[in-house]
C-alpha cells in the first residue's frame, strides 16, 4: 500500500496550490479519501475527505469555500485544491484512506487504515 503526497511548496498569502495523492494497493474506489495537517506545536486535523464510492464530501470549517477535494477514479488519485491560502495554513499536510464515509468521523482517524507520509505547505504573509 503506498499514498503519496506532491504538490507542497512555499506561497505567498493569496495564493493557491494543489496538492496530490497517489495511491496503490488497495481498492481505491471503495475506500474514503482525506487530507489532514499538522501544524508546528498544534495537533493534527482534519480538513476535507471524500467518499470514494458515494460522492460524498465533507471540509472542515477552517477550510470551507476555499480548498476543494476531488478524486480521479481512474487515476487512483485524489487532490486538494487550495486557494486563499493564508499564513495559517502552513503545515505537513498528510492524505489518508479509510473505510469510514466521508463525514466529521473521518477526521477522529480511528478508521484510517493507511497513511501518506506527509508534505509540507508554507504560507508567507
Known amino acids: 500500500v503506498q499514498l503519496v503526497e506532491s504538490g507542497g511548496d512555499l506561497v505567498q498569502a493569496g495564493g493557491s496550490l494543489r496538492l496530490s495523492c497517489a495511491t496503490s494497493g488497495f481498492p481505491f474506489d471503495a475506500y474514503t479519501i482525506g487530507w489532514f495537517r499538522q501544524a508546528p506545536g498544534k495537533e493534527r486535523e482534519g480538513i476535507a475527505c471524500?467518499?470514494?464510492?458515494?460522492?460524498?464530501?465533507y471540509y472542515a470549517d477552517s477550510v470551507k469555500g476555499r480548498f476543494i477535494i476531488a478524486s480521479d477514479i481512474a487515476k487512483n488519485t485524489t487532490y486538494l485544491q487550495m486557494s486563499g491560502l493564508q499564513p495559517e495554513d502552513t503545515a505537513v499536510y498528510y492524505c489518508a484512506a479509510g473505510r469510514d464515509r466521508a463525514t466529521l468521523d473521518f477526521f477522529d482517524s480511528y478508521g484510517v487504515d493507511h497513511w501518506g507520509e506527509g508534505n509540507r505547505v508554507t504560507v508567507s504573509s
Open positions: 471524500v467518499g470514494n464510492s458515494d460522492g460524498d464530501k
